[in-house]
């Protein structure tokens, strides 16, 4: 059974609707990269299935129940969200970061048990930040805060994780390095929709693709046969250059001499 | 999943049962010390033997009627302004919000002004017959600052609401909008009124404890308790609030609800408080503040332990007022007092403070 299944989808704002006719399903154990130029809609596609915004028309429905039926606490205990940052005011250590990714599980305070405790710091050591465990968050670098939301949406044990620019603000090594991590997981049964901007992580990490333009589709399957020159510059109104790095690696990028 | 043994690692958790009970039941015991202090001593020294032995002595009478009363509100209002001050400061994710922000403080300002000025005495005055005798005892300004309190906060919610959700920002601006006018329309009734109204206006800006019935505190006591109990039981799902409406979505929170419930009992907590004592500043905005600093901001044992450090902040303020009687001849409002103590030491705190820094590993 898909975990996810988004059918014939329009979503938006009151005044400005946003995506049209998206159709797609996410399977267990799918890591789906959801590309486009900025203002596409991918990041209203995700907050749509996460029921932070509400439907103009078609369907969603997760794992066989419609995306409306789900109580906010049951769909938090399924689905996960991974947010660019978060409020660094409130001043919150990095385990009470965690830990509050239990809290779909626990009673009304939220009280971990042991093994709540236990999850969220072998979580931690997993991601290798055990060391911000007692840092207050307000002190922690972009990369540092993007890892502890990854931490925080595991510990909710979700079905599917939704992550919203994971690499943004990261370098080189940082990138590779969460989308690793977000891979392993994926390997390991759960599903996974990340919006990314660098069509080259994408190629190399993804399982599917999804290419929204203007709120519609332009494209859905799997990178390799879907990622050509000819789309992407369609995706992006931009002269595409493409080249083998050999291993069977192929690159993408901007025809800078054109653009210049 | 990797399965590791923690108990040779320390823990860095903040919020565990046996800290919050140790912290709450020391709070207390410094309540209990201030809530004394507070009924023993004032301007006129009184024997606590004699009072307690002879009902008919003045020390019995001193005490049973006018200190053992105003202790007791004095740990009522302060709990209630520092209680919601913490709740409100999370909801609108600003540490500089406090109880006053959202309307109530105009609101009660200009319902008082406006039954001081219409020379109202007793709430009786105003009621029909049958509701006369149960209203003799609570004053007009009183009654009138309740009920502008819980209007401009109605006011404030409905204005306050951006495509149908009420932004905490939105509500913010609504609130500082809706005192600003409401400061306006009470200078202008400062200006209509006769001198002696006017102190009588000015005095109840100041916030100050008076002397309250049984029947009066038992009531505010438990609309406290109510309030207080409400937003203490909410405090788990504030914390997870104060990450950003989408974040607590996602973590399962009921957002637009769990801030409604949230949001009614600080205004309740907030107008049953104005409605007795006026507008007492500093207490909501400080007490939080600093506890926040020391104990990090989990409102599970922010909000409790800022209830009982406003009761005991305002019951030795109180007790500060009446003790300067024999300096200035005249009693000070208590709000002069927490603003004066309060703000140095605010500053003080906050410069001391270092950022990044947790609280000691002793507590």
Aim: hydrophobic fraction near 55%; glycine fraction near 10%; proline fraction near 5%.
């Amino acid at each position: 059974m898909n975990v996810l299944e988004v059918s014939a989808l329009h979503a938006g704002y009151r005044h400005r609707p946003v995506l049209r006719e998206v159709t797609f399903s996410v399977a267990p154990g799918e890591l789906w990269a959801i590309l486009g130029p900025n203002g596409a809609g991918k990041s209203t596609l995700l907050r749509t299935c996460l029921g932070l915004l509400s439907r103009q028309a078609g369907r969603i429905s997760f794992l066989g129940k419609a995306i409306e039926e789900w109580s906010r606490r049951e769909l938090a205990q399924r689905m996960a969200w991974v947010p660019q940052s978060f409020d660094s005011a409130a001043g919150f250590t990095g385990l009470e970061l965690v830990l509050m990714g239990r809290s779909p599980h626990l009673g009304l305070w939220g009280l971990p048990s042991r093994a709540d405790l236990d999850h969220a710091l072998a979580l931690m050591q997993d991601l290798q930040i055990e060391q911000l465990a007692s840092r207050a968050s307000d002190a922690l670098s972009g990369g540092e805060r993007r890892l502890l939301l990854l931490a925080r949406a595991l510990a909710q044990d979700p079905r599917i994780l939704m992550l919203d620019e994971p690499t943004a603000f990261l370098d080189l090594k940082h990138q590779v390095d969460v989308l690793r991590r977000i891979k392993a997981q994926t390997e390991g049964g759960l599903s996974a929709m990340a919006v990314v901007h660098d069509v080259n992580h994408a190629m190399a990490f993804a399982d599917k693709v999804l290419l929204l333009k203007d709120g519609a589709m332009l494209a859905c399957g799997s990178p390799g046969s879907t990622l050509t020159t000819e789309v992407l510059e369609r995706l992006y109104d931009l002269p595409i250059a493409s080249a083998d790095a050999g291993e069977g690696q192929k690159f993408f990028a901007p025809r800078f001499a054109q653009v210049r | 999943m990797m399965r590791m043994e923690h108990s040779s690692i320390e823990v860095p958790l903040r919020f565990t049962i046996r800290r919050a009970a140790a912290l709450i039941l020391g709070l207390a015991a410094v309540v209990v010390i201030a809530f004394a202090a507070s009924a023993r001593f004032g301007e006129q020294p009184i024997s606590l033997s004699i009072a307690l032995a002879d009902p008919t002595s003045t020390d019995a009478a001193i005490f049973w009627s006018l200190r053992l009363p105003r202790a007791v509100l004095a740990i009522i209002i302060g709990a209630a302004l520092a209680a919601s001050g913490s709740a409100l400061q999370g909801l609108m994710r600003n540490p500089l919000a406090d109880p006053f922000v959202l309307g109530v403080s105009g609101g009660a300002a200009l319902g008082a002004t406006l039954a001081i000025a219409a020379g109202l005495g007793s709430a009786a005055q105003l009621a029909p017959e049958p509701l006369r005798a149960a209203l003799a005892r609570l004053s007009a300004p009183a009654l009138f600052a309740f009920a502008g309190s819980i209007g401009a906060t109605a006011l404030v919610f409905a204005g306050g609401r951006v495509q149908g959700q009420s932004s905490p920002y939105a509500l913010l601006l609504t609130g500082v909008i809706f005192n600003a006018f409401a400061s306006a329309a009470i200078t202008a009734v400062k200006a209509l009124v006769n001198p002696e109204k006017l102190g009588e206006i000015l005095y109840w800006l100041a916030g100050t404890l008076g002397y309250e019935n049984a029947w009066t505190l038992a009531l505010a006591a438990l609309l406290q308790a109510l309030a207080i109990g409400t937003m203490w039981m909410n405090a788990g799902k504030l914390n997870l609030l104060m990450l950003g409406d989408d974040d607590a979505a996602s973590l399962g929170v009921s957002v637009g609800p769990t801030r409604l419930v949230l949001l009614l009992a600080a205004s309740l907590s907030v107008a049953g408080a104005v409605a007795l004592s006026g507008l007492i500043g500093f207490v909501g905005l400080i007490v939080p503040h600093v506890l926040r600093l020391w104990l990090g901001p989990d409102q599970r044992l922010l909000l409790p332990c800022s209830a009982f450090g406003g009761a005991a902040f305002l019951a030795l303020s109180d007790l500060a007022t009446r003790m300067l009687f024999s300096v200035f001849h005249t009693e000070l409002p208590v709000g002069v007092v927490t603003a004066l103590v309060g703000g140095p030491f605010f500053l003080l705190v906050l410069h001391r403070r270092r950022v990044g820094s947790l609280s000691p590993s002793w507590l």
